[in-house]
């Protein structure tokens, strides 16, 4: 069983900075995408940024030019540095992974979320 564990959220003040981790553990073939998403109090999921195998990003336009996605494919991790952070950015922030297992079939995971808060 694949499990995705997250680390890195808090509380920081707004302009300041956090990286979140993400961490796929288990019987992996290929991860085929792996990023993030956040849901704010009373608001949908939506997704933050999410990168491919082949290296391609997709960031969301509320956080074009601050905030980061990459990948350490080796050790099965994604990343997200965040910077200039605004209080809009408050929310819950899951990982998300879409994983080729030893089975040979493709999955869908989702960790169990990170609280980030950006006080004003």
């Known amino acids: 069983q694949v499990q995705l564990v997250e680390s890195g959220g808090g509380l920081v003040q707004a302009g300041g900075s956090l990286r979140l981790s993400c961490v796929a553990s288990g019987i992996i073939l290929t991860i085929h995408t792996m990023g993030w998403y956040r849901q704010a109090p009373g608001k949908q999921r939506e997704l933050v940024a999410k990168i491919m195998d082949g290296g391609s990003t997709i960031v969301a336009d509320s956080v074009k030019g601050r905030f980061t996605i990459s990948r350490d494919a080796a050790k099965n991790t994604v990343l997200l540095q965040m910077n200039n952070l605004k209080p809009e950015d408050t929310a819950v922030y899951y990982c998300?992974?879409?994983?080729?297992?030893?089975?040979?079939?493709?999955?869908?995971?989702w960790g169990q979320g990170t609280q980030v808060t950006v006080s004003s």
């Open positions: 998300h992974a879409n994983i080729r297992e030893a089975t040979w079939t493709t999955n869908t995971y």
